[in-house]
C-alpha cells in the first residue's frame, strides 16, 4: 500500500504516520478479520529519499512519546502491539509512504498520518492525503477516512482514480481498476453522495477548471470518480469500489480546497 500526503505553509509540522494491521479486528467502521499481522512502513520524501523506517511502533526513537499518545485513547498504538508508528518533524513538501508486511505477510492494513497538535496555531496544514491499494470486492474494497478540524465548513475534493495511474510518477501501475466509484458517508454512516464518472457530478464545471489547471487526476474522457463538497467540520469516510464489481489497483485521494 502507498500513501501520500503534504504539507503547506511555511513552518515545519509533526506528524504521527501510523501503520496499523491487527488493531483493526473490533475495530468501529474499520473491523477487518483478515488482517495484515505485522505492517513496516517506510516514509521518504518527493524525491524518493529515506526518511525513515518503523517495524513495531515501540522500537521508535519516539517510543515514549508515542506511548503517552496512546495513552490518551486518541490513537491506535497499544502495548505488545505489532502497529508501526512513526513520529517525524517536516518540512512543507510531498512525503510518500510505504506500508507492507513483515516477511511478505499479506492483508488487510491501514495507513494514517495525524498532524500532532501544539500549543501554538501553526501557519502549516495538511492539504492533502491519498492512498493507492488494490482494490476488490466485498470486505476488500478500499476505505479512505479524513477529519475536517476546526468550526468553519471546507470545500473539498475527492477522487477515485484507476486508469489514470499508468505512467504516474510514483504511483505507476498496470492492473489498475478500469472503472472506479466512490461513496461519501459521516461519522454517523449517513449518505452524503456519490459518484461514478466525475463529468457526471454536479460540480462538472467547478471540476473542469481543476482540469485545466492540471493539478488533479480528471481527464476528458476518464473513468475517474470525483466529488465536490462543501462539508461541515467532523469525520468522514470514502468508500472506492469496482463498477460491476470489478477489481484493480486504485488511489482514494482528499484535496483540501479552502
Not at 477529519?147 to 489514470?164: D, F
Amino acid at each position: 500500500m502507498i500513501g501520500g500526503f503534504v504539507i503547506e505553509g511555511s513552518e515545519n509540522m509533526e506528524v504521527l504516520i501510523q501503520g496499523v494491521g491487527q488493531e483493526l479486528i473490533g475495530s468501529p467502521n474499520l473491523d477487518a478479520t483478515n488482517t495484515l499481522s505485522d505492517p513496516s512502513i517506510f516514509l521518504v520524501n518527493s524525491a524518493g529519499e529515506f526518511i525513515a523506517d518503523n517495524d513495531n511502533w515501540q522500537s521508535d526513537k519516539s517510543a515514549e512519546k508515542l506511548q503517552a499518545m496512546g495513552d490518551s485513547g486518541s490513537y491506535q498504538l497499544s502495548d505488545g502491539s505489532s502497529s508501526a508508528a512513526l513520529l517525524e518533524t517536516l518540512a512543507p513538501g510531498s512525503y510518500t509512504v510505504l506500508l507492507l508486511g513483515v516477511e511478505n505477510r499479506e492483508g488487510i492494513s491501514l495507513i494514517e498520518i495525524y498532524q500532532v497538535p501544539t500549543d501554538e496555531e501553526s501557519t502549516s496544514k495538511l492539504i492533502n492525503i491519498s492512498t493507492r491499494g488494490d482494490v476488490k470486492t466485498g470486505d476488500n474494497i478500499m476505505i479512505g477516512g479524513f477529519v475536517i478540524e476546526g468550526t468553519a465548513n471546507k470545500r473539498v475534493l475527492i477522487q477515485g482514480v484507476g486508469q489514470e495511474l499508468i505512467g504516474s510518477p510514483n504511483l505507476d501501475a498496470t492492473n489498475t481498476l478500469s472503472n472506479p466509484s466512490i461513496f461519501l458517508v459521516n461519522s454517523s454512516g449517513e449518505f452524503i453522495a456519490d459518484n461514478d464518472n466525475w463529468q457526471d457530478d454536479d460540480a462538472t464545471t467547478k471540476s473542469q477548471a481543476m482540469i485545466d489547471a492540471g493539478s488533479y487526476f480528471l481527464a476528458d474522457g476518464s473513468t475517474s470518480a470525483a466529488l465536490l463538497e462543501n462539508l461541515t467540520p467532523g469525520s468522514y469516510t470514502v468508500l472506492l469500489l469496482g463498477v460491476d464489481s470489478k477489481e484493480g489497483i486504485a488511489l482514494v485521494e482528499v484535496y483540501e480546497l479552502d
